[in-house]
């Protein structure tokens, strides 16, 4: 059973076209003929004939026998186009429910003569079926109302294949539709709620009795379809229509009182579809002079035509605007939401603060503003106090030091001549034993840093070797190690002693590389460090003239003494340049911080330094057995009250630091106890 | 430069010194900015005078000299070839985005460092200390410091890993010596810190006194 | 430039074959030049990376200058300072008279007076010590230290024998000479094993 009321006859025997096979997979054969009006409507397209070829091209026993009904029906079209009461004469031959149409139509069009129908809508009415169609649609289908005689009475046959292209779900729902469509002009005016409608619907319109059932509905004032825009103009319209039946929206004043009469009624009760449907509604009269139109009724009965109502259900009604699918609903969108063009929505920027957090957002703003505050920063008594003792201790050193220097006094002694420290006494023999002339090597590898140490440390030591005639060749690891030596030589120990430059002594220079430098010294001096002084305008090398002209390894020189205030220094000199020694004595006069880790050196088996001395004490040591007053000397009263003042100092600091702690100790019993 | 010349650039000398070195020791008291300028001063001075030491000392005779007199230097060409190529491969450094190139420099130095410190730590370090003899209790000191710098521990489910009973035992006689050790070494430290200062004031004074009085 | 794509192969190649040879020189019997004409390169190269820190003290200096930190100050004056130096020794030598000058009344001053002012830290820091950690080896670090100090030379001109030729030498030839030696054992045990993962190019800390 097709959807639009009428039953397609069953002749599955004969073959069904080829368009008609298309329209459904299981169409049945035989379709129905088209509507009697074959010429097609205003708008549509000629091509729409071409499914039905022409009478005159086929014979009248070719094809199955639903075209030739066709055909005939044509024919009998074309004969009443002549004819200006074409209903009243019903051609023989014709088949039952065709005879039944066309006095349908013909009820129909003398209804609408008398309501005086404006002849602008004839387009409407002048389709073939027209009103009569829409209430067949109307009607509810043979197989809605269950009556199988009437089933097989009212649907044509050629119908009977459309039905298979509906899904059972849709086709009440579209069945539906078509029943709410307008089928009037006056019908488009009362979906848009519009005021300004050409014309005022005739009176006889308002006679529900003979309008179909989805027609009733809207002159009740029924829900407008859901998705219906209220501005949309159905496609089928003109442009020309479409000014004056569409007033622009913001135009239209939809206060109640300017509604028209029939629009503002209340509506009565709308019945269920599923009554009305049951109620077949009167046939409508057909104005006798309305011409009909050629389009067949199925195909118009396919056409989107007005305004449809949205689904009830099925997906979501979208009808599209644009282009050839204008007017269709449930379509989808050729554009997705998310890009449909217009303006943006605007979303207040208002927060919704609650109090909690306009107390979070003044708390975090006064934190904020006080990070900008200079603020002094409270000074504790702790760093009172500290700062206090620091100001003490100071004071108490410089004046500690200040006072026996600015007096001038020798009131401390030197330490006993007769119990020199063993690193001393061992200096002391080898420097007897050096050899008149002999060259020694003497490496100043300490930081200016400890000059002050260091010359009170060695000071004698040197003025021993040069009154034993020792010739010197200094050089450094250290960048300005040389000129510290050239320093101590030309001012240190010249009151005493005169070193001419290049005479007494050789300055080799700065030897880079730690010991890798030591390294390759040790195996070959004079390519590691190469000299040329100019003599007479010859340039000699420094190797070839005494001392040196007698070294070719470092075991050549008499003795190596090393002054150096680290203790990394001082192992890569025993690691590096010891082993090849040999029989060389290896003397070091190092600063107090380097002695703790030079003693294993010292006291090894293997002898690897053979002499050791240490700071301003083993200095004083050596000075007092020499007999001879130098740098050690004017330092040790100041070094001797300085050195008591700060044992004292740290004595006592530490004796508070210990009862402190033992207090704390004995308290922390009597605290858990009383826990 | 004459007498003259020397001895008042001497005299103008001790001037500066005597003031550099109160600026120093105001430190005592707190940072001031003349402490910071003194720094920055010396700073620039050590720099500057330790790398014209380097090119009269180092870059001249070591590499431009041999380049003008190749024989008189006594380096083969192998020798000087060897050198220029890698002072310029370590010129590189100097750019960062020509640094990668200097890396084969940078190896070549690190790979000589290693082998030296290898080479001593085993023949100056290693075999005479480890075969010295000094007593019994300088042997078990030795020991005990060696164990406590042992650190290998087994773990015990979910308790802390915790060394051997006996190791631990030894380990706190090894931190004495340790202790000790280092105490004797922060005497020394303050003992030539404590030179340094009497050196220094003895310097003032004596230079101030000079100054002032004659 | 980018397509020559020196790599950490290279690097390493050389590292461990010149780490071999010098080292192959300690024990073994090795060609006669070999080791010290590449111990005599490494000697020019350590010199020519003195000069590169230098010049890299110059470039963060004046980088500070240019940005105008706030020490922009201090930076100029090291600047000033360490070009008027460098001037002065490249063209008088180490042992003119100028720069001799510089040395002997500007660095050396400054530099024993820092040393100087380490005097006052180090007595505010002992006299703290077991305070600020009390504990059973602070008392014994500070009872070493105080003990060590008296044997250090007359105590307001009066020598303590006691300290001097007693418990000084104890502590020195005992302890501290039993603790040094475990602590250079341990020095070169590590110096051993890091050098040799540099021989076998385990470690390569030159940009491999």
């Known amino acids: 059973m097709s959807d639009f009321g009428f039953e397609l006859p069953d002749d599955s025997e004969e073959e069904a076209p080829d368009w008609l096979e298309g329209i459904g997979d299981d169409a049945h054969s035989g379709q129905a003929p ?47 186009e002549e004819e200006p009461n074409r209903g009243d004469t019903p051609s023989e031959g014709d088949p039952d429910w065709l005879e039944n149409i066309r006095q349908k139509e013909q009820t129909r069009q003398q209804e609408l003569e008398t309501s005086a129908i404006p002849e602008d809508k004839e387009d409407f009415e002048t389709y073939p079926g027209g009103q009569d169609e829409y209430e067949d649609l109307s009607q509810p289908s043979p197989e809605e109302s269950g009556d199988p005689s ?35 002009f006056d019908d488009l005016a009362a979906d848009a709620d519009l005021e300004d409608v050409p014309g005022e619907p005739p009176s006889g319109f308002v006679d529900t009795g003979s309008l179909p059932s989805w027609l009733v509905d809207i002159k009740r004032g029924g829900p407008p379809p859901e998705d219906t825009p209220p501005d949309e103009v159905p496609a089928f319209v003109s442009e020309d229509d479409q000014e004056n039946i569409l007033p622009p929206a913001e135009d239209i004043d939809l206060t109640p009182g300017d509604l028209p009469s029939w629009i503002s009624e209340s509506p009565p009760e709308e019945p269920p579809a599923e009554a009305q449907a049951e109620t077949p509604d009167p046939e409508p009269e057909h104005p006798p002079d309305l011409a009909r139109a050629n389009l067949p009724n199925w195909l118009h009965a396919m056409r989107p035509v007005d305004i449809p109502k949205a689904p009830e259900e099925g997906l979501p009604g979208h009808e599209e605007t644009l282009g050839p699918l204008a007017g269709l609903q449930n379509l989808i969108p050729a554009e997705p939401d998310i890009i449909q063009f217009g303006k943006s929505p605007t979303f207040s920027l208002k927060l919704d603060v609650t109090k909690t957090h306009e107390r979070s957002t003044d708390i975090l703003e006064q934190l904020i503003s006080e990070e900008s505050r200079d603020r002094k920063p409270r000074i504790s008594v702790e760093a009172i106090t500290q700062g206090a003792v620091r100001w003490v201790v100071a004071t108490l050193l410089l004046l500690s030091i200040a006072v ?14 007769d119990s020199p420290g063993e690193g001393t006494s061992r200096t002391l023999e080898l420097i007897h034993d050096l050899p008149p002339g002999g060259p020694v090597l003497v490496a100043f590898d300490y930081q200016p840093a400890f000059t002050g140490e260091l010359y009170a440390a060695s000071t004698a030591v040197f003025d021993h070797m040069l009154l034993r005639g020792a010739q010197l060749a200094i050089f450094s690891t250290h960048p300005t190690g040389a000129s510290q030596g050239v320093n ?8 005493k002693h005169t070193y001419i430059a290049d005479q007494l002594y050789v300055d080799l220079g700065y030897l880079a590389g730690g010991p890798a430098g030591l390294r390759t010294f040790a195996a070959n001096p004079a390519g590691t460090m190469p000299q040329f002084f100019d003599i007479e305008g010859a340039e000699v090398s420094i190797w070839d003239w005494a001392p040196l002209d007698q070294v070719e390894t470092v075991s050549d020189f008499a003795m190596v003494l090393v002054l150096t205030d680290s203790p990394e220094v001082a192992r890569a000199w025993i690691e590096q340049v010891d082993p090849l020694l040999g029989d060389t004595p290896l003397v070091m006069v190092v600063s107090e911080q380097a002695e703790p880790f030079l003693i294993p050196y010292y006291r090894s088996e293997a002898g690897q330094v053979d002499a050791l001395m240490a700071g301003i004490q083993d200095g004083a040591y050596y000075e007092s057995n020499r007999d001879s007053e130098h740098q050690a000397r004017a330092y040790w009263n100041s070094y001797s009250v300085a050195l008591g003042i700060s044992v004292a100092v740290i004595f006592l600091g530490s004796l508070v630091g210990a009862a402190s702690m033992l207090i704390a100790r004995f308290r922390r019993p009597a605290k858990e106890a009383k826990e | 430069m004459t007498a003259f010349a020397v001895e008042n650039l001497a005299i103008f000398g001790n001037l500066i010194a005597i003031i550099l070195s109160v600026f120093v020791l105001l430190y005592a008291f707190g940072d001031s900015p003349v402490f910071r300028l003194a720094i920055h001063i010396f700073i620039g001075v050590a720099a500057g005078y330790a790398a014209g030491i380097v090119w009269h000392s180092v870059v001249v005779p070591q590499l431009f000299a041999p380049m003008v007199a190749l024989e008189a230097s006594g380096l083969t060409p192998l020798d000087m070839l060897l050198r220029v190529v890698l002072v310029v491969l370590l010129l590189t450094k100097l750019s960062p985005r020509t640094a990668r190139f200097g890396n084969p420099a940078s190896a070549y130095l690190v790979g000589i460092g290693a082998a030296v410190a290898v080479g001593g730590a085993v023949r100056g370090t290693l075999f005479p200390l480890a075969s010295s003899y000094n007593g019994f209790f300088a042997m078990l000191g030795t020991v005990a410091t060696l164990i406590y710098f042992h ?11 915790r060394r051997n009973r006996i190791i631990e035992i030894i380990a706190v006689a090894g931190k004495v010596f340790i202790t000790v050790t280092f105490a004797a070494m922060f005497a020394g430290v303050f003992l030539a810190s404590l030179v340094a200062l009497v050196e220094r004031l003895h310097f003032i004074w004596t230079n101030l006194s000079t100054l002032l009085f004659g | 430039m980018n397509n020559l794509n020196i790599k950490a192969p290279v690097s390493t190649i050389i590292a461990v074959l010149v780490a071999a040879t010098v080292l192959a020189s300690y024990f073994l019997p090795v060609p006669e030049g070999i080791p010290e004409m590449l111990l005599s390169a490494a000697v020019l190269l350590a010199g020519v990376a003195l000069l590169l820190g230098v010049a890299n003290l110059f470039t963060v200096h004046l980088s500070k200058i240019v940005q105008g930190s706030s020490t922009a100050l201090y930076s100029t004056v090291l600047l000033v300072s360490l070009f008027i130096t460098l001037i002065l020794t490249l063209f008088l030598g180490p042992k003119g008279t100028l720069p001799l000058w510089i040395f002997t009344y500007i660095q050396i001053p400054i530099e024993t007076s820092l040393m100087a002012v380490l005097t006052f830290s180090l007595t505010f820091a002992a006299l703290r010590l077991v305070i600020r950690r009390p504990g059973t080896f602070s008392l014994i670090f500070i009872a070493v230290l105080i003990l060590v100090l008296l044997g250090s030379g007359p105590i307001f001109g009066l020598n303590l024998p006691i300290f ?16 040094a030696r475990g602590i250079l054992l341990g020095v070169a045990l590590g110096t051993i094993s890091t050098g040799l993962r540099i021989l076998m190019g385990a470690d390569r800390p030159y940009g491999g």
């Open chain 3, 164 to 179: 001097s030729e007693f418990l000084s030498p104890i502590i020195t030839n005992g302890f501290v000479l039993a603790g």
């Open chain 1, 404 to 417: 026996p220097i600015m007096l001038g006094s020798d009131g401390i002694e030197l330490p006993a001549s």
């Open chain 2, 151 to 161: 650190f290998g521990a087994r773990s015990a489910g979910q308790q802390p890993p």
């Open chain 1, 34 to 80: 088209p509507p009697e009006d074959s010429q097609p409507a205003e708008g549509e397209s000629p091509a729409d004939d071409a499914l039905i070829p022409p009478m005159d091209d086929h014979d009248d026993d070719e094809g199955p026998d639903w075209l030739q009904d066709i055909r005939s029906a044509e024919s009998v079209d074309d004969d009443r």
């Open chain 1, 488 to 495: 101590f030589l030309q001012h240190t120990l010249a009151e």
């Open chain 1, 150 to 184: 009437a089933q097989e009475a009212s649907s044509p046959d050629w119908l009977s294949g459309l039905e298979d292209e509906t899904t059972p779900e849709a086709a009440p729902s579209e069945r539906a539709e078509f029943d709410a469509a307008p089928q009037s």
